[in-house]
């Protein structure tokens, strides 16, 4: 059982570099610009102490609401009990970096809109193109 009730308390392994990516931060991570509504993913780094977030955000998702000088704001919904609270923290940016967790939404996206597009044109025949997710459905069935 624990007796340190700290900050950083039992974040021994959370907070720990990788093996073999230790050392000075790349300066990538520092050129990156950050607009407010963007999503990031707030990844705290053991390396650089300063403006680093409590544990409880570690690897959570949030939208940009405020950029200055060496942070960014978040918000970020964190449940309490039975509901959700908006928490709007600031972390630096070291702490931070852009999420990907729209990319292939996005992509979808795009590919629904040429198909559509296309199809109004008169490129493709037939009934119109139906752009909803499926399901992958069972599997063949084979001989054991």
């Known amino acids: 059982m624990p007796h340190s009730f700290g900050y950083r308390a039992r974040t021994r392994h959370m907070f720990a570099k990788k093996f073999r990516k230790k050392g000075t931060l790349p300066t990538g991570r520092f050129l990156q610009t950050y607009k ?79 198909l559509r597009s296309e199809w109004k044109k008169g490129g493709m025949k037939g009934p119109k193109p139906v752009f909803k997710r499926s399901p992958a459905g069972p599997r063949e069935a084979q001989v054991v």
């Open 36 to 114: 407010r509504g963007q999503l990031v993913d707030v990844i705290g780094d053991g390396a650089v102490q300063q403006g680093l977030p409590h544990k409880f955000y570690h690897g959570k998702t949030g939208r940009v609401w405020n950029v200055t000088r060496r942070a960014v704001g978040v918000v970020i919904n964190k449940r309490v009990g039975n509901r959700y609270l908006k928490k709007k923290i600031h972390v630096r940016i070291e702490h931070v970096r852009p999420s990907r967790c729209q990319e292939e939404f996005l992509k979808r996206v795009k590919e629904n809109d040429k």
